[in-house]
């Protein structure tokens, strides 16, 4: 998946890019009901200078197994939870709470394996071009390229 952006922030080789939410996020409102804001920044390594507008792209592989980081994990850590709850024959509110705290280990877990795992190259998105100094948007460019 490649997605546009602009660079707001550069520290070193370490850029903050903002991307707009795509067309297709308008009706969904799935995040926060709407709320949320209608960007989201993204930091990425690579050569570009503020204000430039860049391809970021995630590794084909990662982004499936990513998103089982982000969801599957702590919803397996809180079955576990429910199951020790009720193999131990717990009463339904302890199992609940056993479940609870499985979902919170599992969100912890997630977290602290997607701090390792952003510091490997393999695993981080990476800039495939970038455009200087384009007015154009985001959809212009997609057009131009195909």
């Not at 804001?37 to 930091?43: G, P």
């Not at 860049?54 to 499936?64: A, G, H, I, L, T």
Request: aromatic share 8%; glycine share 8%; proline share 3%.
């Amino acid at each position: 998946m490649i997605r546009t952006g602009f660079v707001k922030s550069k520290k070193g080789d370490k850029l903050s890019v903002c991307f707009e939410r795509p067309s297709s996020c308008e009706g969904c409102k799935g995040c926060a009901k709407g709320l949320m804001s209608k960007s989201e920044l993204l930091t990425v390594y690579g050569e570009a200078e503020i204000g430039d507008f860049v391809d970021v792209q995630m590794p084909e592989n990662r982004v499936f197994q990513a998103a089982l980081l982000a969801y599957a994990l702590p919803l397996c850590v809180m079955i576990a939870g429910l199951v020790a709850g009720s193999l131990l024959g717990m009463t339904d509110t302890v199992t609940f709470v056993f479940a609870l705290i499985g979902l919170a280990l599992g969100f912890v877990f997630s977290r602290l394996a997607e701090k390792y795992l952003s510091k490997r190259k393999n695993w981080r998105p990476a800039i495939v071009a970038v455009h200087k100094n384009t007015v154009c948007t985001a959809e212009e460019r997609k057009e131009e390229n195909e």
